[in-house]
């Protein structure tokens, strides 16, 4: 019998975290996955500001790899973490981390931006990282502890992003990785280095920063401390595209080698772009805000961050925590009884960043755009699910705008894919079809490029092709394109971002 080549990934996420066993049979070139273990990731609130609960996160990772081996998986060839961006911890100079990483969703960084982009320049900035202005990028944090806690700065020896700090507890090694490091709004784009003249003038020391290494690297292996406490073997761990998108546009199952196509990451955020080899720095990328963030094999992903299904996910908390429990897919059945068209917003207008009341603030963005105020689940759900779409639609004329491109039609991949409403509703707007899946396309990128850095996969093109045999695509054609060609032309007069 031929031997499966297996891995496991972490896929770190904003609200849960999994652990994948990843087996790759390379005779019949097919990949299985099975999620061994499952934890939730929920910020913790100390006072006035919200964390991340980092040595849970270092408990869950330990505990997947135990369950790995109570499963019978002891012969495992590497170990990789992705998450989400822009967070992170800070090592001193004794190798401890100095206080929990801050939560991009706290509120120790409401209005840094606007003073660095007064200080700096808004052009200056994107001239450097091409990176979308997003309040709680890495710059604007670390500005935010110049400002009010600078001595925790002062002590600090090493940056870590999520994942680079979790691997740092499991092998004791520093280092920081390329596609994660892009969304610090601190590396330079063009010469991959970081920006010690932007630092210098931030007053951020450059020296706690790491040259980044770059996705595919074996950084270490587990400790001896973790394989005694473990009873494991001394596993390597590889650096993979630890950015969570990163990760999800490797696994994009696009059709050959050099095609060009467009993607849809679907989550609690929305991440649509293209992938590119060179990052586009123009006035036009600046104009509509688009972001050049790192990607796998010497890739760039242009792309926007859109809002996405967090509009629906804190809606949900609401309503549950008033008594209302819905399950999502109960929610979607009431959007999809909901009248058409009554009521649009843009998913990324600020007041939906961090609302304590997400319904009402969607009521109060229809009350003061004039429009039919929607007042039961299923017509807030309506709204949210046709704006989204019809966000995408702009999104993806953006897109081709900056590139110079036309896209056949979409690639939507991700948690986001299971919400066959959405699917629907979006390959409506942007009038093409909409091919969905993997579903689980962070955990499936972080594997392809563990599995090429071991040598069991050539490349990403190869890679992508074995995922297209290994996973369900499934196609959602337009339908009733001329309401949605009304729709969006309405919906064009109330975009504020």
């Not at 929920?42 to 991340?52: A, C, E, F, I, T």
């Not at 109960?330 to 997400?358: G, I, N, R, T």
């Not at 639609?393 to 939507?412: F, N, P, S």
């Not at 991949?413 to 689980?440: C, D, K």
């Amino acid at each position: 019998m031929h031997k499966q080549a297996v891995i496991l990934a972490f896929d770190l996420g904003a609200s849960s975290g999994r652990a994948i066993i990843g087996k790759y049979d390379r005779n019949k070139q097919l990949i299985q996955i099975e999620e061994i273990h499952r934890f939730p990731n929920d910020p913790v609130r100390v006072g006035n500001h919200l964390h991340w609960d980092i040595l849970r996160l270092l408990h869950e990772v330990k505990q997947g790899i135990l369950k790995a081996k109570h499963l019978g998986y002891d012969q495992i060839e590497g170990i990789a973490i992705d998450s989400w961006a822009v967070d992170f911890g800070l090592i001193g100079v004794n190798g401890e981390l100095l206080g929990n990483p801050y939560h991009y969703r706290d509120n120790h960084t409401d209005g840094v931006m606007e003073q660095v982009m007064e200080k700096l320049g808004p052009e200056r900035l994107y001239a450097s990282s091409g990176l979308q202005f997003l309040p709680f990028n890495t710059i604007y944090q670390l500005y935010a502890l110049k400002l009010h806690n600078p001595e925790l700065l002062e002590r600090a020896d090493k940056l870590l992003m999520i994942p680079d700090l979790l691997r740092y507890y499991l092998t004791g090694k520093l280092y920081s990785e390329f596609t994660n490091s892009t969304t610090t709004q601190l590396l330079n784009a063009t010469t991959q280095t970081w920006d010690t003249v932007i630092l210098s003038e931030l007053e951020i020391p450059s020296g706690i920063f790491l040259p980044p290494v770059r996705s595919g690297t074996i950084v270490g292996h587990l400790s001896e401390a973790i394989c005694e406490e473990l009873g494991v073997a001394a596993i390597p761990v590889i650096a993979v595209g630890e950015h969570d998108t990163a990760s999800a546009v490797a696994a994009v199952p696009a059709d050959a080698d050099g095609e060009h196509f467009a993607y849809l990451c679907s989550g609690t955020w929305s991440l649509m772009g293209t992938e590119i080899l060179q990052p586009v720095l123009s006035e036009q990328a600046l104009a509509l805000n688009f972001t050049n963030e790192g990607g796998v094999y010497d890739t760039y992903r242009l792309l926007k961050n859109i809002m996405g299904l967090w509009l629906v996910q804190e809606c949900r908390r609401v309503w549950e925590k008033e008594g209302h429990v819905w399950s999502f897919a109960e929610l979607v059945k009431l959007a999809e009884e909901a009248a058409p068209f009554q009521a649009l917003v843009d998913p990324d207008d600020a007041m939906f960043l961090s609302p304590a009341h997400m319904p009402k603030q969607i009521q109060q963005y229809c009350r003061d755009s004039s429009q039919y105020v929607p007042d039961t689940p299923g017509a807030i759900m309506r709204c949210i699910l046709e704006s989204l779409a019809l966000k995408y639609r702009i999104v993806l004329e953006w897109t081709e705008q900056l590139t110079g491109q036309r896209y056949a039609g979409l690639h939507l991949v991700g948690g986001g894919s299971n919400n066959e409403l959405l699917n629907q509703f979006t390959a409506n707007a942007i009038a093409r079809p909409v091919w969905t899946g993997p579903t689980e396309a962070s955990a499936i990128g972080n594997l392809i490029v563990q599995w090429i850095t071991l040598g069991h996969m050539s490349d990403l093109n190869e890679a992508r092709s074995i995922v297209r045999q290994s996973f369900p695509i499934q196609t959602y054609v337009p339908q009733d394109i001329e309401q949605w060609t009304t729709a969006i032309e309405r919906f064009r007069t109330i975009v504020r971002s």
